[in-house]
């Protein structure tokens, strides 16, 4: 079963870029959907802002909460320690699972870890790299 984990700023693309991750991981072959427990706190951190990050992370919740209603999501809790990114890399060893991130810091740990990486191309779809 092809597992991705995914990072707080990619719950923000629908909001952002108004692409639907969700489908575009199926689509991509990505059934298992991973969320750390730390990720949805940061969503939920982002949701009490103000402007446009605060409506981002508002539909990317509420489109959270739709999937995972309809298929299979899974709340991680990683009991390792460390920053959301520490724990992101832990759990997609663990579970040999790709990560969807833009966050270009961890793009780039992710690739010396030898871990694939999703991410938004050009605005408009996901795409992996190996």
């Known amino acids: 079963m092809r597992s991705v984990v995914v990072d707080t700023n990619a719950l923000l693309v629908p909001g952002t870029f108004g692409v639907d991750i969700f489908d575009e991981l199926q689509r991509m072959g990505y059934i298992e959907i991973i969320i750390p427990e730390s990720v949805l706190m940061e969503l939920d951190a982002l949701r009490r802002r103000r402007g446009k990050t605060k409506r ?16 299979k999501v899974l709340i991680e809790r990683d009991t390792a320690g460390g920053d959301t990114d520490s724990r992101i890399i832990n759990i997609a060893k663990r579970r040999d699972a790709a990560v969807l991130t833009n966050d270009s810091r961890l793009r780039r740990k992710l690739q010396h870890e030898g871990i694939v990486t999703v991410y938004l191309r050009a605005k408009n779809r996901l795409e992996a790299d190996y």
Do not use: H, Q
């Open 56 to 71: 981002a992370a508002e539909l990317g919740y509420r489109i959270l909460s739709e999937y995972m209603s309809k298929r």
